[in-house]
């Protein structure tokens, strides 16, 4: 290398936007465990007056936004290597988790049946998670890089709405079908869920997730708008990569 070629290394940008990623995808798979329940102001046809979603569905709907906005600056290609390497850290987390649970606890530890119950996740919840991951959070990038290239650099406000209402449906469908009816039913883990009450599930936690797709757009703008000014990268140099 000659003494006029630097070497450039991450940029502060690339550095914050893998560590929303990671930490809310950490914060997700430690949160799945709570049920949360919102009430409607009326009833719904289908999940009546009352959405009922799992504690991790506003801490992963991060991980779109942050994945949408890695994908809008450095690429397709580069947006898939976070995704992969979340997918691996996935279990790590489980890992690190489920060894602190088995490991013997001290007389002045919290509850050791209370910690489990709330750290550790059961079988089903893990396939499914992990499962619907791997496959919603690619097709969120390959979505994403889709419609830029018919697109062009303008209409943001499309691909992020569109490639993250559609990876949320695809995560919410595959997630509940896996983890509260495949997963329990072929290997007995679990409950299995009425048909209605997945139908019910299902609906109730997508809406919530399109709502936030909608919704974190203004963010995606401004996180974009933000990191290019500050490092002068032209809308166009993504396109390619």
Not at 43 to 55: C, E, F, K, S
Not at 132 to 137: E, M, P
Not at 156 to 165: D, E, G, Q, V
Request: net charge neutral; aromatic share 8%.
């Amino acid at each position: 290398m000659s003494q006029t070629q630097t070497r450039h290394g991450p940029t502060i940008a690339q550095v914050a936007l893998i560590g929303l990623f990671v930490t809310a995808l950490v914060t997700a798979q430690l949160t799945a465990s709570k049920v949360l329940a919102f009430e409607l102001p009326v009833a719904l046809p289908i999940t009546g007056a009352q959405l009922a979603l799992p504690g991790a569905a506003l801490a992963y709907a991060l991980t779109f936004l942050a994945s949408d906005c890695y994908t809008e600056l450095y690429g397709r290609r580069a947006g898939q290597i976070v995704v992969n390497v979340g997918f691996v850290l996935n279990f790590v987390v489980l890992a690190l988790v489920w060894s602190t649970i088995a490991a013997p606890a001290a007389p002045t530890s919290v509850d050791p049946g209370a910690f489990e119950t709330a750290l550790g996740a059961s079988t089903n919840i893990v396939i499914g998670s992990l499962l619907a991951y791997i496959v919603s959070q690619n097709w969120d990038v390959i979505v994403f890089h889709r419609i830029r290239e018919f697109t062009g650099p303008e209409k943001l406000w499309l691909r992020n709405i569109a490639s993250t209402a559609s990876s949320q449906a695809v995560d919410t469908v595959i997630f509940v079908t896996v983890a509260f009816a495949v997963a329990p039913a072929v290997l007995g883990v679990g409950a299995v869920l009425k048909p209605d009450l997945l139908v019910s599930l299902i609906v109730g936690q997508y809406l919530l997730k399109l709502a936030i797709a909608i919704l974190d757009t203004p963010v995606v703008y401004a996180i974009v708008s933000l990191v290019r000014s500050r490092e002068g990268k032209p809308a166009e140099d993504a396109s390619t990569a």
